[in-house]
């Protein structure tokens, strides 16, 4: 594949990870670094990765930059709850 077609499917998979981060339901959030761990051990298996190095660093630089955009877009949901409620607040009185 080319440089440009995977830069641009690790920039989809993290923009995806982040919006179903910020849904209500935690479990959204683990639906993709469940798949990318099944499809990275699917391509070890497959000879497709021929190291056993190389797949745990991609396993795990993956898997770090999908938690962490699962953090953010938790974060941000509760700050957007957060924001909600205040105005609620500020009406009642």
Do not use: H
């Not at 982040?18 to 639906?31: C, E, W």
């Not at 990318?36 to 396993?59: C, G, H, N, P, Q």
């Amino acid at each position: 594949m080319s440089e440009f077609i995977v830069f641009f499917i690790i920039i989809g998979m993290s923009a995806f990870q982040y919006f179903m981060a910020t849904r209500n339901s935690i479990i959204l959030g683990a639906i993709i670094p469940i798949l990318f761990t099944a499809v990275m051990t699917w391509m070890f298996t497959t000879s497709r990765i021929e190291s056993m190095t190389k797949y745990i660093v991609l396993l795990l630089v993956g898997l770090i930059i999908l938690i962490e955009e699962w953090v953010r877009g938790r974060k941000s949901l509760q700050k957007r709850r957060q924001k909600e409620l205040d105005i609620m607040k500020a009406k009642d009185l």
